[in-house]
């Protein structure tokens, strides 16, 4: 296993209430790869993000992190864009540098820096009630890459979003990811967003929740659109579909 990699050995988690998010769960991620984690509600996908970022512990088994302990270049963008809706988008993305100590001209230069790649340059003194759902995801992704991470947690984020949006935030972040070579670990329900993103699909199971595959997507980057509707796509999506709901 190389040295970069982080990964989940053989780990469990209780809750106080009793209740057993995951159970021996093993999941590795390489550097610049983009892994997407599917299953039904409730299976543990967002445990799996919180564990990977630190923010929940173990209660057993063994975690890898050294990509984030060396570097701690780490961003979570969650399922709601969560800005302050008194500030404006600039105010929002700069909100981590902010509180990382930094100058406001070092403010001012990553956070126009981080706009741009977005698509955001006009939109810096709006506010988040004058945008879009896809324009305030955006603002929301923009303040996550702002610090420069290696690593990107991702849960559900354009799950509210309309198809459309959807599509066209897709294409912009396997873009970016792209260019940037971070490493990805996106959690969705949307089994065509999964396969057209992905190096790699993981599938959980609930109860307790577990991985019950791992399948590496052969599909060439970059990646049109049109792949959504490809027959190859198709099939993928029939076999995660089938690990999901195995025929009685």
């Keep these: 296993m190389a040295s970069d990699t982080f990964a989940l050995h053989h780990v469990g988690k209780v809750y106080g209430n009793g209740t057993i998010a995951l159970q021996n769960m093993d999941f590795t991620v390489a550097?610049?790869?983009?892994?997407?984690?599917?299953?039904?509600?409730?299976?543990?996908?967002s445990t799996v993000l919180r564990l990977l970022a630190g923010l929940e512990q173990p209660s057993q088994g063994r975690i890898d992190r050294p990509v984030l302990e060396r570097c701690d270049q780490l961003s979570y963008v969650f399922q709601e864009p969560a800005l302050l809706p008194w500030a404006t988008v600039i105010e929002n993305v700069a909100l981590?540098?902010?509180l990382g100590g930094q100058s406001a001209r070092q403010r001012r230069e990553a956070v126009a820096e981080v706009l741009a790649k977005v698509g955001l340059t006009e939109f810096g003194t709006?506010?988040?009630?004058?945008?879009?759902?896809?324009?305030?995801?955006?603002?929301?992704?923009?303040?996550?890459?702002?610090?420069?991470p290696q690593v990107l947690l991702m849960d559900e984020p354009?799950?509210?979003?309309?198809?459309?949006?959807?599509?066209?935030?897709?294409?912009?972040?396997?873009?970016?990811?792209?260019?940037?070579q971070w490493t990805v670990v996106f959690v969705t329900?949307?089994?065509?967003?999964?396969?057209?993103?992905?190096?790699?699909?993981v599938v959980m199971a609930?109860?307790?929740?577990?991985?019950?595959?791992?399948?590496?997507?052969?599909?060439?980057?970059?990646?049109?659109?049109d792949l959504r509707t490809s027959p190859l796509c198709n099939r993928y999506c029939r076999d995660i579909a089938h690990l999901l709901h195995p025929a009685p």
């Design 126 to 148: 709006a506010y988040p009630r004058e945008l879009s759902g896809g324009m305030r995801m955006r603002v929301s992704i923009a303040r996550a890459l702002v610090t420069q």
């Design 31 to 45: 550097p610049g790869q983009f892994v997407s984690l599917v299953g039904p509600s409730g299976c543990g996908k």
């Design 158 to 180: 354009f799950g509210a979003l309309d198809e459309i949006t959807r599509g066209q935030l897709n294409g912009e972040l396997l873009s970016l990811w792209q260019r940037q």
């Design 206 to 225: 609930a109860k307790p929740g577990r991985s019950i595959a791992d399948i590496a997507i052969d599909l060439p980057y970059p990646r049109h659109p």
């Design 96 to 98: 981590p540098l902010k």
């Design 189 to 201: 329900h949307n089994l065509y967003e999964a396969v057209y993103l992905s190096s790699r699909v």
